[in-house]
Structure formats: C-alpha cells, structure tokens
C-alpha cells in the first residue's frame, strides 16, 4: 500500500486529468490509499469540495479527506504528512498531467534498497539515454543516471511529483510546524544551515530514457492564468502566493 497526498483546490476538472493521467501512467494496478486536503478556493462559483471528492473517489477506494475553514498551503501539507502510514508515500498536488509511462514498482524497489535515499523526484524535461532534464532550463545541470536513478546535481525535494520517505519526512515536520513557512524556502534555509534533516539524506530523481518532451505539465498554472491570477510574494521567505486580479 502506497499513500498519496494530494493539496487541492476546488478544480474538479484539474484533479480528474491528473489522477486520470497518474493512474494510467504511474501508479496502474499498486494499491493505494488517498490523502487529500481541499482548500476552499477555486472554481467556488460553480463547484463544490463535493465535486473534488467525487472525482478523487472515482480513481481510489481508500480517499481520506480534509476539508479546513481557509486556505493555506503549508498548514494544507502539515495536515497531510501528518496522517501519512506508508514507509513510502507519493506527494502529488491537483494540478500535474503526467505524460508517459514510469516505472513505479522499480522507484519503490530503488527506494527500498537505498535506505538513505530521501526522496525521487520526476523529471520536469525530456530525458536521453544517461541523461534527463530535471529543470525547463536548459542552463542547469543535467541529472546523470546511476544504474538505478538519476543523480541531480543540487536537487533536493521542491515539491514536484515525488516519492517520498516517510521518516525523512518525519524530521522536517517539526520545522515545518513550528515555523508555517513555505517548505521550499524552509528547506532551502536548513540546507544552509546544515541541518541533519536536509543534509543526513540523499536525493534523487527519476524518469523513463529517451522522452523527447516533457515528462509531465503544470497545468495548474496555465489555469490560474485563465483565471486571471498573478503571483505575489508576502513577507519574507513565505513564498509564492496566488492573488487575483
């Protein structure tokens, strides 16, 4: 049994193309659990968190769901990691299309083996024989596969689609809790401060060879463009937030 977490918003039809295409292309016939927190923002005019439940229930049978009073993106993946119960989970946010076939059962064997192994990371490019993109800049260092993952020169866990150890997880919590920053911002910083959370573990990433494009989509943000919102950053090392026009 595999747990996936999932932070969402009121976008039934964001959640159903990526639960559909993560179902087709990655997690197929594994046996997993559903962890979901829907936010109450989002397409609140014309759909309910009814709606999101609905489409989460139509891919998985074990959906557990959280439902708070206001939007918030961390306190959203607290209330998540916390009720995590798989030695590996699968964090995976509402907006993501996945375009081809990935071997699951060998990123949990891979997991598994490597006990020290954080974190595999999908790649956000197109990949080669030994090499993959794990950035849409063509600047930043390439992931080298190893024999069994690529090594990502600088990669730690940036909340893309992601496997996930649950102890590693574990450890960062209590900094997560106790500062409510975003997590990206909070990793980065007990990176810098040499943190045995962050510094204790490695990191990895993975995808399939020879992908002329790229692995998967964010089409959360296409969406919110259409929607008319715009980033803002508020207050320092908070991180990105949504406002609308």
Known sequence: ??????????RPEILDVTYSSFK????????????????PIGETDTHTAQDVIDVARSYFDDVTVHEPERPDFTIALIWLWRHVESELFFNLEDDWKLNADVNFQHMIYTMR???????????????????????HS????????????????GRRYGGMP????????QGFLPHLQRTRINHECLERTLYKQKHPCITDWTYGGYTEPNLPHALFDNIGKKWKKRQGFRKKIIGRNIGWHWKKR
């Not at 049994?1 to 009121?10: E, L, R, V, Y």
């Not at 046996?31 to 936010?39: G, L």
């Not at 490597?114 to 950035?135: I, M």
């Open 1 to 10: 049994m595999i747990d996936i977490t999932t932070a969402a918003t009121i």
């Open 24 to 39: 087709k292309h990655l997690f197929k016939d594994c046996p997993c659990r559903v962890f979901i927190n829907i936010d």
């Open 113 to 135: 083996k490597h006990k020290k192994l954080a974190v595999l990371t999908l790649a956000k490019g197109r990949s080669w024989e030994r090499t993959a993109q794990f950035s």
């Open 138 to 153: 063509n600047k930043k260092p390439l992931g080298v596969w190893n024999g069994e993952y690529y090594d990502v020169p």
């Open 162 to 169: 992601s496997l996930i150890r649950k102890e590693f997880i």
